[in-house]
């Protein structure tokens, strides 16, 4: 039995028991809402506003390499070939893993998740649970790319021989990974595990 | 305590209930033992997992975390060296790689998710278990800014950061020889110091913990 059943609100926060009204929790004051029937509006909007920004991350370069005069673009795309060209085969995988596969994944999967909360997609609620925590988990991790371009770029000024700057899609990326981020903390988590039993 | 909005009357049984945090099962509030780890039945979430001296334990951290994050921003961070060239770089260069042009903005990014972030949480769970720990009432507006480092959790990126020197590393360790400045470690170290901070942590416990105070 939920809360919700036995006509309670439970504290997203605390955990705190509380008769329905509306308020803020006597413990840790955060608001109290039986559930966020608004959640799912925000996690498609931050979903949608992340894919916009996904496809010019895509799009323009994300490191622009100057060596021996010569000005390199690299796109996250470019990048992957031209590792797999240099015969890094491993680290290309890596980086296609982490900057082009896990992002689809993640935006597939967040609104595979929205679908199925709104009954679209069957999916038990263990599933459900488990492909939240994969997202939740991983969301952040994409940020990695936008560190490398950083630590490349503060790194790599050797004048003549070789010269790194960011390129602009590191900033539609960087905001690509924060708003499917927002996405993914918009569930209401109670949503996923309705009528689970 | 801050009362401002009215708060609904708390069930009559309050505290003897609790409702899971994740998926708002209705559970007796366990009797958790230090150092025993009560997780919800249905959704197998962590309620609550005492341990011994958790707050004395988390304060320490916190503030070894601090005394890092000082020296990582501090020392140099990486040295590359390439055609007798040596460019040393550190944690704030890194910060700033992004500024001037388009990208300005993301300096302004990278500087909250890497130091400025990490360091309110820090802070702030100083402000609010350090009191506690020396057995005295909660600081003022303890619960606000708990919240706060609660909700600041995922956007504090430490950890990523680290992954994503490493990446870096194997990027451009065919270009030039790298190494690994005092602050580099420093930073390591403090994710580490983080990570076994956070283990400790129980949000409901620390909740409970405050409440109790609050009122003793």
Redesign the interface.
């Known amino acids: 039995?939920?809360?919700?059943?036995?006509g309670?609100?439970?504290?997203?926060?605390?955990?705190?028991?509380?008769?329905?009204?509306?308020?803020?929790?006597?413990?840790?004051?955060?608001p109290?809402v039986p559930r966020d029937t608004a959640s799912l509006q925000r996690v498609w909007a931050w979903l949608i506003a992340g894919l916009v920004v996904y496809v010019p991350a895509n799009l323009y370069p994300m490191l622009r390499t100057t060596q021996l005069g010569r000005e390199y673009d690299n796109t996250i795309f470019g990048g992957v070939i031209e590792l797999m060209h240099?015969g890094d085969i491993g680290?290309a995988l890596?980086?296609f893993g982490?900057s082009l596969v896990i992002p689809v994944s993640k935006f597939i999967a967040i609104a595979y998740l929205a679908l199925s909360i709104s009954r679209r997609v069957r999916l038990s609620a263990h599933r459900r649970?488990l492909l939240f925590e994969v997202v939740?988990f991983i969301?952040?991790?994409s940020?990695?790319?936008?560190?490398?371009?950083?630590?490349?770029?503060?790194?790599?000024?050797?004048?003549f021989?070789?010269t790194i700057r960011?390129?602009?899609a590191?900033?539609s990326f960087?905001l690509s990974v924060?708003f499917t981020?927002l996405a993914a903390?918009s569930f209401d988590?109670?949503l996923?595990?309705e009528d689970?039993? | 305590m801050?009362?401002a909005?009215?708060?609904?009357?708390?069930?009559p049984d309050?505290d003897d209930?609790?409702?899971?945090?994740?998926?708002?099962?209705?559970l007796k509030a366990p009797a958790v033992a230090v150092g025993e780890t009560a997780r919800c039945p249905?959704?197998n979430t962590v309620?609550e997992a005492p341990r011994t001296q958790a707050m004395t334990r988390i304060i320490m951290l916190a503030l070894s975390a601090l005394i890092l994050m000082v020296a990582a921003i501090f020392f140099p961070f990486?040295e590359?060296e390439?055609?007798g060239?040596i460019?040393r770089?550190s944690l704030l260069?890194?910060?700033?790689?992004?500024s001037g042009g388009?990208?300005e903005?993301?300096t302004i990014?990278?500087a909250a998710?890497?130091v400025v972030l990490p360091t309110i949480r820090f802070l702030g769970l100083l402000y609010v278990l350090g009191p506690m720990a020396f057995g005295w009432h909660p600081a003022r507006h303890a619960?606000?800014v708990?919240?706060l480092v609660?909700m600041l959790r995922?956007?504090a990126?430490a950890e990523?950061?680290v992954?994503?020197?490493a990446?870096?590393l194997?990027?451009?360790a065919?270009?030039?020889h790298?190494s690994l400045g005092p602050a580099f470690w420093a930073f390591v170290a403090l994710v580490i110091v983080t990570v076994l901070k956070d283990n400790f942590m129980s949000?409901?416990t620390v909740?409970?913990t405050?409440?109790a105070r609050r009122r003793s």
């Open positions: 039995m939920t809360a919700h059943q036995a309670l609100i439970g504290c997203t926060q605390c955990g705190r028991v509380h008769r329905p009204g509306p308020g803020r929790c006597d413990r840790c004051g955060a109290l240099h680290v890596i980086v982490a649970h939740e969301g952040r991790w940020m990695i790319d936008v560190f490398v371009v950083a630590i490349l770029s503060s790194l790599v000024q050797l004048d021989a070789a960011p390129g602009i590191a900033v960087a924060a981020m903390l988590p109670r996923i595990w689970a039993d | 801050v009362a909005s009215p708060s609904p009357a708390v069930a309050a209930l609790l409702a899971c945090p994740t998926c708002d099962a209705l249905r959704c309620i990486l590359l390439a055609a060239m460019r770089s260069d890194t910060v700033m790689a992004f388009l990208t903005p993301l990014a990278m998710l890497i619960a606000p708990f919240r609660e995922p956007w990126m990523v950061f992954v994503g020197v990446v870096a194997v990027k451009v065919g270009l030039a790298i949000r409901v909740w409970k405050l409440d």
